[in-house]
Antibody, heavy 122, light 116 residues
Framework: QVQLVQSGAEVKKPGASVKVSCKAS????????IHWVRQAPGQGLEWMGIINPSGGSTTYAQKFQGRVTMTSDTSTSTVYMELSSLRSEDTAVYYCARGGIIPNLRGELDYWGQGTLVTVSS | QPVLTQPPSASASLGASVTLTCNLS???????VDWYQQRPGKGPRFVMR????????SKGDGIPDRFSVLGSGLNRYLTIKNIQEEDESDYHC?????????????FGGGTKLTVL
């Protein structure tokens, strides 16, 4: 069974950075895109970006450009999402999700991680 | 890029049927939409993809036959028959747009389904 296991909850101060990990298993890691999606408390889903775990190429939502960095480590089948210059509005649950088979960007998000709560508070 | 609009809430009685709607903005009538179920306190779960011809591809793992989809014009529908308590969830629709560096994924605001 495909699994995406994320790192644990984080509490950060405004202005700091956070790095969330997402470890994939039970499928060929370099074959599928990985998306990052966040959900603020009581709100809907917000797409942050996508990474090709094989070559590391990324596309970020315009809202997060300049603040987000997505990377991958093929040796451990893990992708990372780092968000910098945190503010209170970044308090949310952050999810990774498996996307389409490379090079098809348009695949559904068929498996999701359990989510990582990031709290930004002074 | 498309805008996806969903009513914020819906309700249905146990054993009844309900149809949830996701409306695409004008000009995007050929777009496919994905449905995601999010149970309270849990992460989203892929339900299925829908275009104007109905389901595209396969349902997500463990999605029962009670769930079906239709597409017409700018609307994409998710119908749940014989509603069970476990179906009480938020349902999100989403769609991709663009390619390469212009690729984006957009979601609707979600519909909270209450089982009465």
């Amino acid at each position: 069974q495909v699994q995406l296991v994320q790192s644990g909850a984080e509490v950060k101060k405004p202005g700091a950075s956070v790095k969330v990990s997402c470890k994939a298993s039970e499928y060929t890691f370099t074959t599928y895109y990985i998306h990052w999606v966040r959900q603020a408390p009581g709100q809907g889903l917000e797409w942050m970006g996508i990474i090709n775990p094989s070559g590391g190429s990324t596309t970020y939502a315009q809202k997060f450009q300049g603040r987000v960095t997505m990377t991958s480590d093929t040796s451990t089948s893990t992708v990372y999402m780092e968000l910098s210059s945190l503010r209170s509005e970044d308090t949310a649950v952050y999810y990774c999700a498996r996307g389409g088979i490379i090079p098809n960007l348009r695949g559904e998000l068929d498996y999701w991680g359990q989510g990582t709560l990031v709290t930004v508070s002074s | 890029q498309p805008v996806l609009t969903q009513p914020p809430s819906a309700s249905a009685s146990l054993g009844a049927s309900v149809t949830l709607t996701c409306n695409l903005s004008s000009g995007y009538s050929n777009y496919k939409v994905d449905w995601y179920q999010q149970r309270p306190g849990k992460g989203p779960r892929f339900v299925m993809r829908v275009g104007t011809g109905g389901i595209v591809g396969s349902k997500g793992d463990g999605i029962p036959d009670r769930f079906s989809v239709l597409g017409s014009g700018l609307n994409r529908y998710l119908t749940i028959k014989n509603i069970q308590e476990e179906d009480e969830s938020d349902y999100h629709c989403g769609a991709d747009h663009g390619s390469g560096s212009n690729f984006v994924w957009v979601f609707g605001g979600g519909t909270k389904l209450t089982v009465l």
